[in-house]
């Protein structure tokens, strides 16, 4: 079965500086990924989609990239701030069936 | 969250008790689901329904079983509660805007198996 990982557990960035959170799938290609953002105690809130066609694709602060070649996809939030704190999802579902989910990068943006 | 919410938000129950966590949705979405989520383990897929009559097994459903009562409302009941279940649990309601599957969740029931 698809399996997704997010690396490492924790990042802290400095105010002001950009963080990237990476994605990786391990065997076929999603026809596209999301990414959701989650406070503690709170459901996760979808940010951004991103299609296998499309390199990349923009938010505000927010950016996300799609390699299929390197079966990874980048998250990356410039300017952040301390209220991007938040534990960030990678998700993908297999056409309109199941969801799968990474088990999220905690980001941690220090004033 | 407040389209799609969730009661009990936190429940503390004893081994092989019955009990019934539920979910109601102002969205009108068709599609619903129920995740639990564990430290280091992410959000796994119980139970997810297409549609009122239609009710499909997720990753892992064992020990759970679900109630689609209406197109609003999808129930999770855990028949005989057992400490490993204690969890936070999440339901979920999408639609397909583009063709692009979308999940919305709830604010989360907190279980404590004792």
């Known amino acids: 079965s698809q399996k997704i990982e997010q690396n490492s557990e924790a990042l802290n960035i400095q105010e002001g500086k950009t963080a990237t959170l990476t994605c990786n799938y391990t065997?076929?290609?999603?026809?596209?990924l999301q990414w959701y953002r989650q406070d503690p105690g709170r459901g996760p809130v979808f940010l951004l989609l991103?299609?296998?066609?499309?390199k990349e694709k923009r938010k505000e602060r927010l950016k996300v990239t799609f390699d299929t070649t390197l079966k990874q996809s980048l998250f990356h939030i410039t300017a952040s701030q301390p209220a991007d704190s938040a534990t960030y999802l990678c998700?993908?579902?297999?056409?309109?069936?199941?969801?799968?989910f990474g088990t999220g990068t905690s980001l941690t943006v220090i004033p | 969250d407040a389209d799609v919410t969730q009661t009990p938000r936190n429940r503390i129950t004893k081994t092989g008790k019955r009990i019934m966590l539920e979910c109601s949705q102002t969205k009108g979405h068709d599609r619903m689901y129920w995740y639990r989520q564990d430290p280091g383990l992410g959000l796994r897929l119980i139970y997810y329904?297409?549609?009122?009559?239609?009710?499909n097994k997720g990753e892992i459903s064992d020990g759970y079983s679900v109630s689609r009562q209406a197109q609003a409302k999808f129930s999770l009941s855990l028949e005989s509660a057992i400490p490993n279940q204690t969890a936070l649990y999440f339901c979920a309601t999408s639609d397909f805007p583009g063709g692009q599957e979308t999940q919305y969740f709830g604010p989360g029931t907190r279980l404590l198996v004792l």
């Open positions: 998700a993908h579902s297999n056409t309109g069936n199941q969801f799968y």
């Open positions: 991103i299609r296998e066609n499309e």
């Open positions: 065997n076929y290609s999603p026809a596209y």
């Open positions: 329904s297409f549609d009122v009559k239609d009710i």
